[in-house]
């Protein structure tokens, strides 16, 4: 492969908003990837409405490493993550997790907007609106 080459499979480094060189793991990648192939309905679903620029001509990214969180989508030009919950994060364990994770996301200058899974699946319209408000 020459210089003006490039590869276009996943790589162990990706060059953030910043021209920061962001090291991934071969473990994020299959997670990731495993991630990507195995998405829930309410996933599925929002990700047909907002990729390739649909949603207001705005850029997102599916199932996203940051640090050691992955997100269910990211817009990095707005700093937002999207995060969609099933009933499993109604258990306290999980619920402490996403805490934590929101946390880090927040302290990194991320926003954080959760829908439930039910949300998407009967008024995605509505899960829409909210998040062009959010980016607005």
């Given at each position: 492969?020459?210089?003006?080459?490039?590869?276009t499979?996943?790589?162990?480094?990706?060059?953030?908003?910043?021209?920061k060189?962001?090291?991934?793991?071969p473990?994020?990648?299959?997670?990731?990837?495993?991630?990507?192939?195995n998405?829930?309905?309410?996933?599925?679903?929002l990700?047909?409405?907002?990729?390739?620029?649909?949603?207001?001509?705005?850029?997102?990214?599916?199932?996203?490493?940051i640090?050691?969180?992955?997100?269910?989508f990211?817009?990095?030009?707005?700093?937002i993550a999207?995060?969609l919950d099933?009933?499993?994060?109604?258990h306290?364990?999980?619920?402490?997790?996403?805490?934590?994770?929101?946390?880090?996301?927040?302290?990194?200058?991320?926003?954080?907007?959760?829908?439930r899974?039910?949300?998407?699946?009967?008024d995605?319209?509505t899960?829409?609106?909210k998040?062009?408000?959010?980016?607005?």
């Amino acid at each position: 492969m020459n210089e003006n080459t490039h590869h276009t499979s996943l790589s162990y480094k990706r060059i953030d908003q910043n021209d920061k060189v962001k090291h991934i793991t071969p473990e994020m990648i299959q997670t990731v990837r495993e991630l990507r192939k195995n998405q829930t309905t309410s996933e599925e679903k929002l990700w047909q409405l907002i990729r390739n620029r649909q949603l207001d001509g705005i850029k997102f990214l599916r199932q996203h490493p940051i640090g050691n969180c992955i997100v269910d989508f990211y817009c990095w030009k707005k700093k937002i993550a999207i995060e969609l919950d099933g009933g499993i994060h109604q258990h306290p364990e999980v619920k402490d997790r996403d805490i934590a994770r929101q946390t880090f996301l927040e302290e990194n200058g991320i926003k954080v907007i959760r829908f439930r899974n039910k949300e998407v699946l009967k008024d995605v319209s509505t899960v829409l609106e909210k998040i062009l408000c959010i980016m607005n």
